[in-house]
């Protein structure tokens, strides 16, 4: 099968640095693009303040006619898209990682800068950041050009990759910036800018959230549409100013250091950006632990050989929105030169201890993200009061609320009658019973749910057919209706009914469960217990819908507010995996710290939810409380493999090395271990017996992929090639299109990418689809092609047959239509598995709607299934 080939040069348009007439004259269209953001944005917030009002005026006079309710539903709109508006114009500070460096952290750093700075004419850093990435940046304070004194930052991975004549040149570059950039107008513009975005994305929310619920609002569409406009075009005007402002900083540290070393740091960097991409975080961490040199690890993976294999870059278009040009076009705009650099030692000689400041900056960013999680965990304890709150009043609540209002009728009369002592009393005592009775619980836990050991709550049923599923359940029916029949009343029976399910629950025998509940149901359909014991039952058995459905009334009627119904709750929605559960979790733990399940079940929430220092703090205090529960321990070893601790992650695991030989997912662990400590060939000792394990093969994708991220590119290779002869043929395929590219082999990763869409008879690893897997393939292979300026999106429409793709509507990108045909006519012969070009005589095309056209440049190909 041949890609198609649709490189013409005309896709491509190169940039260059404007005049000075172009240039004030785009200054001039960006001010005016944010002030009329403003001035727009004023006059939504006044015309829908006066529609809110008028419908209030209106709702008061439809209330004599009982039309105060339609009224009310029409004001919520503009009051909603007014609140959008006036806190979206506010900006919140971002989270920054950084440390200060001090001039005996970094002499020589400090001695360039100072260099530097002297000979651009600009005031020397008052500090130097460090922060861990391969960016470098200027802030200065003030309005005018060229004034103030500037803070520098520059990160940890630009020092370990670049010589340190290349790092002189992006300081260079950084420093030009203080001295040439409008820094009042240009810190004005974006700001106007993120008002903007962070405005039209939660309009755009809004406009979205009342189309799914069939209420679409022509007041937030035709906002929506107002705004997105504006949008629009002032990112384009900001980016084409913020990528003349990259010239002009490109001109002045040719100035300053010659062409030769920022070409050269340039064409670097550009290298740099795809195998820092491939250096996880956890094995970052890993090398910082006490006795790794982190350094040298660094230097010698960033230094190591061309992740490109050599090849040419992509000439991708210039994308209207990007803030940086193509470095092929800020290359051309300098003066050639073939001259050696002065200084090729590395970048990071210009630290004095750089692996005590990656220390530093290490535990800078672990504390700040603490402070995130922290701040995320608090949040969540607020919505999660919310969320556990009954919907509406209960009877008993309403007299509580009649009761305080009339101790508080009372007691006024009290006050103005001398405060005579009874009817003070009285007063004191009726709002006193009026607060119990409003803070009295709708529910109370008649009987505890067991609480299972962690690793035991997930209990599927084995392979069994549809048939046999409905046999099982139907001789689980009569044997209770029998068991039932055999109580005297309808009470004992419905108790007999929730103690089996409630004991089911405790075996994790969820279909028995299911059932009993739902005979419960049928005797008392109110029944709190029953319905709790339902839905966790169903999502036991993988019935989402039934799940959701009986928490959402139980919610309604009740609340989540006792130990039951929390922890029911929490169960059912874990099930699901549905990590939102992580507030009811940590108010469990907080009732009942002892209990191990809900420790341990915390920490797999959080990490989830991506918190990983909380998800370990609580993984270790599910193992204090239940030291032999194995899947406690491992759940934190993972998180301390993920987190870079691998000494204590060994700690852990290597008391569990004979169990290890018998659990595949142990014995994975330990190959991940294994790799993190650099340990390959006990990885591969401990890979053998994973296979051995594993009987069908699902784990080979996993095992290739554990070995690309470690850089073992061949024994990848062998495990991925295993998986396809296993049958995960999609997987397997995608697996070895990554290491191609990461050699830089684009024909042969697209190879295998086409290959990996022949679905027939395919296999898939746990989580995976058919659906995803192809998407996935198609961004892969998009992201192997030139992005193009002049591309026109079409939907294609199959007829319904035995054609792959039959019936489905796909979108493509290209610049014709007989191109777009080319690649739907590649890709369906791929997934039919035959050289012979499909019979696509009969799918219809038509151009894509408006909002489906590219604004920017995309890769021409096959891009999504509609629908």
């Keep these: 099968m041949r890609w198609p080939n649709t490189g013409a040069p005309t896709s491509i348009m190169d940039e260059k640095p404007l005049t000075p007439a172009a240039r004030a004259g785009l200054v001039v269209n960006a001010a005016i693009t944010i002030l009329l953001f403003y001035l727009t944005a004023i006059l939504f917030m006044a015309g829908f303040g006066a529609l809110a009002l008028l419908l209030l005026g209106a709702a008061v006079l439809a209330a004599r006619f ?37 001039p005996n952290d970094a002499p020589g750093l400090f001695e360039m800068s100072r260099g530097l700075s002297r000979r651009s004419a600009v005031a020397p850093p008052e500090s130097i950041s460090i922060e861990m990435h391969m960016n470098a940046w200027v802030h200065l304070r003030g309005y005018r050009r060229g004034s103030g004194r500037p803070s520098l930052g520059i990160g940890f991975d630009l020092l370990a990759g670049l010589t340190v004549s290349e790092v002189e040149a992006v300081l260079a570059h950084e420093l030009a910036h203080a001295r040439l950039v409008q820094r009042g107008f240009s810190r004005w513009l974006k700001r106007g800018l993120a008002r903007l975005g962070q405005v039209t994305t939660e309009l755009s929310a809004c406009a979205a959230a009342y189309r799914q619920a069939n209420a679409t609002s022509d007041l937030a569409e035709t906002t929506v549409r107002v705004f997105d406009g504006l949008t629009r075009r002032a990112a384009r005007l900001a980016a084409t100013y913020s990528r003349q402002d990259e010239f002009a900083a490109d001109r002045g540290a040719v100035e300053l250091c010659g062409p030769a070393a920022i070409r050269s740091a340039l064409a670097r960097l550009e290298v740099l950006g795809d195998v820092i991409t491939g250096l996880p975080w956890s094995e970052r961490l890993a090398r910082l632990q006490p006795g790794e040199p982190f350094t040298a690890w660094l230097v010698s993976e960033l230094a190591g050989p061309d992740r490109g294999g050599g090849q040419e870059s992509l000439r991708h278009a210039v994308d209207p929105y990007s803030s940086h040009p193509a470095l092929r076009d800020r290359v051309a705009a300098m003066p050639a030169d073939d001259a050696p650099l002065r200084d090729t030692r590395p970048g990071i000689a210009l630290l004095a201890d750089p692996d005590r400041v990656a220390g530093r900056l290490v535990s800078e960013i672990q504390r700040v993200i ?75 836990d008649r009987r505890l749910l067991p609480v299972p050991a962690y690793g035991t709550l997930s209990h599927p049923r084995p392979a069994e057919t549809q048939e046999q599923l409905r046999a099982a359940e139907e001789a689980v029916v009569a044997e209770l209706r029998a068991s039932a029949a055999r109580e005297g009343t309808r009470r004992a029976r419905l108790a007999m009914l929730v103690g089996t399910s409630y004991s089911a629950l405790q075996d994790r025998d969820y279909l028995r469960a299911h059932v009993a509940a739902r005979l419960a149901l049928e005797l008392k359909a109110t029944s709190i217990e029953a319905r709790l014991a339902y839905a966790i039952a169903a999502a036991g058995l993988g ?69 990983l220092q909380s998800g370990i703090r609580n993984a270790e205090r599910g193992v204090v409380l239940e030291p032999a529960n194995r899947a406690s321990v491992f759940l934190l070893a993972h998180l301390l493999l993920l987190a870079g601790r691998t000494t204590d992650a060994a700690a852990r695991l290597d008391p569990l090395q004979e169990y290890a030989r018998t659990d595949t997912n142990t014995a994975f662990l330990m190959v991940q271990l294994r790799l993190m400590q650099r340990d390959t060939p006990g990885a591969v000792q401990w890979a053998d017996v994973v296979r051995g394990l594993d009987h069908d093969g699902a784990y080979l994708i996993g095992l290739g992929q554990a070995f690309g991220v470690a850089r073992l590119a061949e024994p990848a290779a062998t495990f991925l090639g295993a998986a ?92 014709s239509e007989s191109t777009a045909r080319t690649y739907l006519e590649t890709i369906v012969t791929a997934m039919q598995g035959s050289e012979s070009a499909g019979d696509l005589s009969g799918v219809t095309w038509r151009a894509a709607p408006k909002d489906q056209q590219p604004d920017r440049p995309v890769p021409p190909g096959v891009h999504s299934v509609l629908g």
Excluded at 374 to 380: F, N, V
Excluded at 589 to 604: E, I, N, W
Excluded at 764 to 786: S, W, Y
């Design 543 to 611: 019935n989402v819908q039934q799940a959701q459905n009986s928490l959402g009334i139980i919610k309604r009627k009740v609340g989540f507010q006792t130990l039951a119904t929390k922890w029911g709750a929490a169960w059912a929605l874990s099930l699901l995996d549905d990590w939102g559960c992580e507030g009811l979790l940590q108010q469990l733990q907080d009732h009942q710290p002892h209990v191990a399940t809900y420790a341990s079940l915390l920490a797999l929430a959080q990490f989830n939810r991506h918190k």
């Design 724 to 815: 396809a002869e296993a049958r995960f043929t999609p997987e397997a395929n995608i697996g070895l299109a990554i290491l191609a590219s990461l050699r830089g082999d684009r024909t042969e990763a697209r190879r295998h990418l086409l290959t990996a869409l022949k679905f027939e008879g395919a296999r898939f690893t746990r989580g995976h689809t058919m659906g995803g897997v192809f998407h996935e393939i198609l961004g892969r292979l998009n992201g192997l092609t030139e992005l193009r300026l002049d591309c026109t999106a079409w939907i294609a429409t199959l007829p319904a047959g035995s054609l792959a793709l039959s019936g489905r509507s796909i979108l493509v990108c290209a610049p």
């Design 370 to 444: 603490a402070l995130q999680e922290e701040k995320d965990t608090k949040q969540l304890i607020r919505d999660t009061r919310k969320l556990c709150r009954p919907e509406g009043i209960g009877l008993v609540s309403f007299l509580g609320a009649i009761a305080i209002l009339v101790g508080l009728v009372v007691g006024v009369i009290g006050a103005t009658d001398g405060f005579p002592l009874d009817t003070m009393g009285a007063a004191a005592a009726t709002l006193a019973a009026g607060v119990v009775l409003v803070r009295y619980p709708r529910h109370r």
């Design 66 to 102: 009982g039309m105060a309710a339609f009224v009310a539903r029409l004001m919520r709109v503009p009051v909603r898209l007014l609140g959008i508006l006036g806190r979206r114009l506010w900006l919140s500070s971002g989270t920054t990682y950084r440390v200060a460096l001090m």
